[in-house]
Nanobody
């Protein structure tokens, strides 16, 4: 069974840094895209950053220049380095992966369980 296991998160002061990591467990054929989404209280889930298997990243405008996404294709992991954090970055962050499990199967969406990030003094 394929799962996305997240680590990191927690409480940090404004201007501080945090790193989130996510590992895909189980057997997969390929991961076309991996990334991070977040959902703040009372708001819809939004894309934070995604990265293709090629390594090409894409960032939401609100985090560009502050967050850096990277991935290790050999380990099927994706990391989000968050710097210069702001109170408005407070949310539950979800790991996302677009995976294919076998050559005969389709790509499908997979989500982690979420990890909370709180930016507050």
């Amino acid at each position: 069974q394929v799962q996305l296991v997240e680590s990191g998160g927690g409480l940090v002061q404004p201007g501080g840094s945090l790193s989130l990591s996510c590992a895909v467990t189980g057997n997969i054929l390929s991961s076309n895209m991996m990334g991070w989404y977040r959902q703040a209280p009372g708001k819809e889930r939004e894309r934070v950053a995604t990265i293709f298997e090629s390594g090409e990243p894409n960032y939401a405008g609100s985090v560009k220049g502050r967050f850096t996404i990277s991935r290790d294709n050999t380990k099927n992991t994706v990391t989000l380095q968050m710097d210069s954090l702001k109170p408005e970055d407070t949310a539950v962050y979800y790991c996302y992966a677009y995976l294919r499990l076998s050559s005969s199967g389709p790509y499908d969406d997979y989500w982690g369980q979420g990890t909370r990030v709180t930016v507050s003094s």
